[in-house]
């Protein structure tokens, strides 16, 4: 049974950072791209960084480049979000995802956490 687990929301004030981390079992973590998607109260799911199985490549979205980076720890099965410089605007139930290819497309994950708040103040 595949199991995704986020951690590291919060409230956070305009400026700060946060680091979200994300911990898999029952899939073989080192051979599947990891992404983060997120999505706010009346707005779509959209794809925020997503890293290949071997860490060689990330991409991010272009709200987010500069202020976020994502990583991974194969040995760990987990990968993370660390987040700088936040906005109001990042503030979102946060949701990590485990999936074939490292392209920031929902349909390319199969396997989903429930996700982690995370909610920047003015």
């Known amino acids: 049974q595949v199991q995704v687990v986020e951690s590291g929301g919060g409230l956070v004030q305009a400026g700060g950072s946060l680091r979200l981390s994300c911990t898999v079992s029952g899939l073989d973590f080192g051979a599947h791209a990891m992404a983060w998607f997120r999505q706010a109260p009346g707005k779509e799911r959209e794809g925020v960084a997503t890293?290949?199985?071997?860490?060689?490549?990330?991409y991010y979205a272009d709200s987010v480049k500069g202020r976020f980076t994502i990583s991974r720890d194969n040995a760990n099965n987990t990968h993370y979000l660390q987040m700088t410089n936040l906005k109001p605007d990042d503030t979102a139930m946060y949701y990590c995802?485990?999936?074939?290819?490292?392209?920031?497309?929902?349909?390319?994950?199969?396997?989903w956490g429930q996700g982690t708040q995370v909610t920047v103040s003015a």
């Open positions: 890293i290949e199985w071997n860490a060689a490549n990330a």
């Open positions: 995802a485990a999936g074939t290819y490292a392209f920031l497309k929902a349909e390319l994950f199969n396997a």
